[in-house]
């Protein structure tokens, strides 16, 4: 019989401590074989306090979203010099490094989440509501921690579906910043999209029917495709549907002909060729070794 996949959760748990910080954090443990670059990948979240005279320097390879929600201090970035107080979010890119700095009265405390840097990210990362300003302030607070508490509690135990999960409340939280920092009109033409195709992955969309129902040209479609992730859209459609499929499979919880219908595939022997092309081994022979990384 499989294990409990409540005792299987690829987030361990790990505090650190130093003279002027404290930190406790959830990690992911272990990734699938190949990362997922067309989803929002959250891959850690915590909490960090930094005492009176902190002075902390910080350079990463990832997306990370510090929300302060006690104290405050004064963050260095870009060049620039910003005063943090309870309520702000800072949204940090890929190299680019940042320092917090406290003076010997402050005292700050923040919740922060990781993600991978990918395609997707960079979309919802950059969107003009979001690059206004160095430091957001949004005004309803609650919604915030509300989708900082459901990715926390998400975390602490695995599911079926908890990467999905994740990826679905990080672009809620990017979503709601982006509404609250006032963006004007409607999404993006190209957000809409991909919202669209990352919400019904198993539906028979194909360059036709995404080109009718978004009222838009086969050309426009290709071009705004091209230019944000660098591929098609039907391309983009499969690589998203093998991606889920991967993450499915990595989780013991569907069978083959399950995982295929899940994705869009009514065929489960076209999936398995498609997958295979993609990852370089079957359906099954990819949950085995996923099986075995992720500790059986």
């Known amino acids: 019989m499989p294990k409990n996949r409540r005792e299987n959760n690829p987030f361990r748990h790990i505090r650190t401590e130093g003279t002027h910080y404290a930190e406790e954090i959830r990690l992911e443990s272990w990734r699938l074989a190949r990362p997922v670059r067309g989803l ?15 002075e902390i320097p910080i350079e990463h390879s990832y997306w990370a979203v510090q929300w302060i929600t006690e104290g405050g201090g004064v963050l260095h970035c870009g060049g620039g010099r910003f005063r943090l107080r309870k309520g702000d979010v800072f949204l940090a890119s890929p190299d680019s490094p ?30 003009e509501a979001l690059r206004r300003q160095d430091v957001l302030h949004p005004a309803e607070q609650g919604r915030i921690a509300g989708i900082f508490d459901r990715i926390q509690q998400t975390v602490s135990v695995r599911t079926p579906y908890q990467s999905v999960e994740l990826s679905n409340l990080g672009y809620a939280l990017f979503a709601e910043l982006a509404s609250q920092m006032g963006r004007d009109g409607k999404k993006g033409e190209f957000e809409m999209i991909l919202e669209e195709i990352m919400s019904h992955l198993g539906a028979g969309y194909s360059l036709d029917t995404l080109a009718g129902k978004f009222h838009a040209g086969k050309r426009t479609l290709n071009r ?6 660098n591929c098609t ?10 991606e889920y499929a991967a993450q499915l499979l990595s989780l013991n919880t569907h069978d083959i002909q399950s995982v295929a219908e899940e994705c869009g595939y009514r065929d489960a022997a076209f999936f398995s060729r498609e997958f ?10 990819f949950h085995r070794k996923q099986l075995h990384a ?3």
């Not at 705004?224 to 992730?229: E, G, H, Q, T």
């Not at 859209?233 to 093998?242: A, D, H, K, S, T």
């Not at 295979?276 to 022979?285: E, F, H, T």
Request: net charge positive; hydrophobic share 35%.
């Open 40 to 54: 929002l990948h959250l891959f850690g979240c915590g909490e960090s306090v930094f005492r009176p005279g902190a």
């Open 98 to 127: 940042y320092t917090f700095r406290l003076s010997q009265k402050d005292f700050l405390k923040k919740k922060y989440l990781l993600f991978d840097h990918g395609p997707l990210i960079s979309l919802v990362g950059n969107q």
């Open 224 to 229: 705004l495709f091209r230019k944000y992730v």
């Open 233 to 242: 859209p039907v391309q983009y459609l499969i690589r998203m549907r093998l």
């Open 276 to 285: 295979k092309r993609r990852y370089g081994v079957s359906p099954r022979d």
């Open 294 to 296: 992720g500790g059986k």
